[in-house]
């Protein structure tokens, strides 16, 4: 059974950091995407960056410059080091995965989320 959890939510001042990390196992897939994405209230979820096996790393334009991807294969881990933080990064993150359907548009997995609140 896979699972996903996140941590390293909490509250922040706009410029500062954060770093998120997703916990995951049962997760045995050679070829997968792992991503995390975000919503805010009364918006649409967004994806932020993505690790893709294959292909490697990307972001949203939102965050490009600012946010890091990276993924521990040792730990299980998947982190978003987030830097320069707006007040337009406030949102639930979260983490999510890719299944036995290899598309980086198809996450199978989630995890429950954590909140990021920035302030100004």
């Known amino acids: 059974q896979v699972q996903l959890v996140e941590s390293g939510g909490g509250s922040v001042q706009a410029g500062g950091s954060l770093r998120l990390s997703c916990a995951y196992s049962?997760?045995?897939?050679?070829?997968?995407?792992m991503a995390w994405f975000r919503q805010a209230p009364g918006k649409e979820r967004e994806r932020v960056a993505l690790i893709d096996s294959n292909r490697g790393t990307s972001y949203a334009d939102s965050v490009k410059g600012r946010f890091t991807i990276s993924q521990d294969k040792g730990k299980n881990t998947l982190d978003l080091q987030m830097n320069s933080l707006k007040p337009e990064d406030a949102a639930m993150y979260y983490c999510?995965?890719?299944?036995?359907?290899?598309?980086?548009?198809?996450?199978?997995?989630w995890g429950k989320g954590t909140l990021v609140t920035i302030s100004s």
């Open positions: 999510a995965a890719t299944g036995i359907i290899y598309n980086c548009a198809d996450m199978r997995y």
């Open positions: 049962g997760y045995t897939y050679s070829r997968y995407c």
